[in-house]
């Protein structure tokens, strides 16, 4: 029997996620919420630009609820606990890419979210691709090592097309170069890669002292014309790289950082890989994992930007390829630290 599943937002990430789940014989689209009054009434395959699957988008929570699926895909850009308390309080399980992995950023609501898993005998899971599976490479690549020194991840990344000024804004993009609380608003705006080395802390069994972010900047040296009619003036941020790190007494001994960039006129102008990671275990043996993304031979793209949309799919898929993995696992907050090995079954082409 495919497992039962309701999709909560259809956004850029979401938009992926109900095509994903309505190729996969092992799922089944059940339901489907609508954050947005003009999308409720409409079908989820019109919402996704696919064919129609016979499920309704809705506002009406209790309705998506009642329908009792094993798994909801929690998709929206940030979350929102309340949400959460309601879907695993009714016995439901999450996968979600809203800036969660284990929760240890939410202070007191994290103990909301838990008390709801067991309350509903309900487990979530949050994934993407960084924070996410990033972590879940460091962790396979470290595990041939006999002696781990540090654990690294860097991404790199031009995001010029990317439309998200939501996402980015708080991070410090498109503020003046010499704003005093830059370094603030960039460790507030990606909080969550502290879950991230939280995380990977855990995994190899160590207990962090402190976790630290520092960040360095570069600014456009003309006015920037972004997507969203988004315009980063000259002298403002174009350019961030940020460490997140995980101390030992005086030691580094996790970081994950960040080369994020916009636009060809950048001071310093950075020079890096188009999109990416590098994961690098010093130890013994000391091992280099690169990860790169390329479209499929038989990819249709007629602009630049019509490649971000790989950027969706390897967010969305990580959370979707753990839903037979949560819906197995014990009730309570998992990580990829808990589950068993999330397989893509059920995406071969042609099968």
Known sequence: MPLRVAQWTTGNVGRRSVRAIAANPNLQLVGCYAWSADKVGIDAGDLAGIEHLGVTATDDVDQLLALQPDCVVYNPMWPDVDELVNILSAGINVVSTASFINGYNLGQDRDRIEAACHRGSSTIFGSGINPGVAQLLAIVSATICDRIDKVAITEFGDSTLYDSPETEKPVGFGQPIDHPDLQQMTA?????????????????????????????????????????????????????????????????????????????????????????????????????????????????????????????????????????????AAPGIATYNDLVLTAPRGFLSGA
């Not at 570069?218 to 460490?243: F, M, N, S, Y």
């Not at 602009?303 to 790989?310: E, I, K, N, T, Y």
């Open 188 to 328: 507030t705006g990606t909080a969550i890669f502290r879950e991230a080395v939280l995380m990977l802390a855990d995994a190899i069994g160590v207990e962090l002292d402190d976790v630290r972010c520092s960040a360095v900047y570069a600014q456009t040296t003309e006015d920037l014309h972004l997507p969203a009619d988004w315009i980063i003036e000259k002298g403002c941020v174009a350019g961030v790289d940020l460490r997140w790190s995980g101390i030992v007494g005086d030691r580094e001994v996790i970081e994950i950082r960040m080369r994020w960039r916009k636009g060809q006129t950048l001071d310093p102008d950075w020079q890096m890989k188009p999109g990416g990671y590098l994961i690098e275990i010093t130890g013994q043996p000391s091992v280099t994992t690169t990860l790169d993304f390329l479209p499929p031979a038989d990819f249709q793209a007629e602009s630049l930007r019509d490649f971000m949309v790989l950027g969706m799919i390897i967010t969305a898929m990580p959370a979707i390829n753990a839903i037979p993995a949560v819906v197995a």
